[in-house]
Antibody, heavy 121, light 106 residues
Framework: QVQLVQSGAEVKKPGASVKVSCKAS????????IIWVRQAPGQGLEWMGW????????NYAQKFQGRVTMTTDTSTRTAYMELRSLRFDDTAVYYC??????????????WGQGTLVTVSS | DIQMTQSPSTLSASVGDRVTITCRAS??????LAWYQQKPGKAPKLLIY???TLESGVPSRFSGSGSGTEFTLTISSLQPDDFATYYC????????FGPGTKVDIK
């Protein structure tokens, strides 16, 4: 069965970076995309960006351009999301999800369990 | 960027009620719209994609319709398991989510 397993919770200081991993299993990794979505406490879902596991093409939300990098490692079937220059309002649960298409942003059919990133001094 | 809005933001309903949630896009997204259900502390779950296609395993009481800029999610007969928050998502141009509609018990 399709599974996405994310890395554990992180606590970071303002200005630091965080790198969250998302390990996929149960499907052909490079035939789909991976998206990253975050959810601040008590808030809605915010789309951060997408990466093709086929060719590493990326689309980032304008809000995160220059601060986020998404990568994949097909040998380990793992996707990564690095967010730099962390601020207090980056405190959120970060989700990865499988995007239906490997060539464009699409809908998301399987989700990871979420990773809580807390930014605190 | 395409902005998504949803109405209402909160909906109080009873088991057995017919429930309709509206999602609007700031520009035409054709039928590139999905709906998700999220329960507290859990990841979202895909319900519907391409406006009206039910994801495998999703009960048939859920349905979706619309095109262009206006879309609806309908639950024909609300069940206890359906009390949750619902989000629409456009994927016509990059992606964005609506702010969510919380369905709670009347």
């Amino acid at each position: 069965q399709v599974q996405l397993v994310q890395s554990g919770a992180e606590v970071k200081k303002p200005g630091a970076s965080v790198k969250v991993s998302c390990k996929a299993s149960g499907y052909t990794f490079n035939m789909y995309g991976i998206i990253w979505v975050r959810q601040a406490p008590g808030q809605g879902l915010e789309w951060m960006g997408w990466i093709s596991a086929h060719n590493d093409n990326t689309n980032y939300a304008q809000k995160f351009q220059g601060r986020v990098t998404m990568t994949t490692d097909t040998s380990t079937r793992t996707a990564y999301m690095e967010l730099r220059s962390l601020r207090f309002d980056d405190t959120a649960v970060y989700y990865c999800a499988r995007g239906w298409s490997s060539t464009s942003v699409d809908y998301f059919d399987y989700w990871g369990q979420g990773t809580l990133v807390t930014v605190s001094s | 960027d395409i902005q998504m809005t949803q109405s209402p933001s909160t909906l109080s309903a009873s088991v057995g009620d017919r429930v309709t949630i509206t999602c609007r896009a700031s520009q035409s997204i054709s039928t590139w719209l999905a709906w998700y259900q999220q329960k507290p502390g859990k990841a979202p779950k895909l319900l519907i994609y391409r406006t009206s296609t039910l994801e495998s395993g999703v009960p048939s009481r859920f349905s979706g319709s619309g095109s262009g800029t206006e879309f609806t999610l309908t639950i024909s007969s609300l069940q206890p398991d359906d009390f949750a928050t619902y989000y629409c998502q456009q994927y016509n141009s990059y992606s964005s989510f609506g702010p969510g509609t919380k369905v709670d018990i009347k």
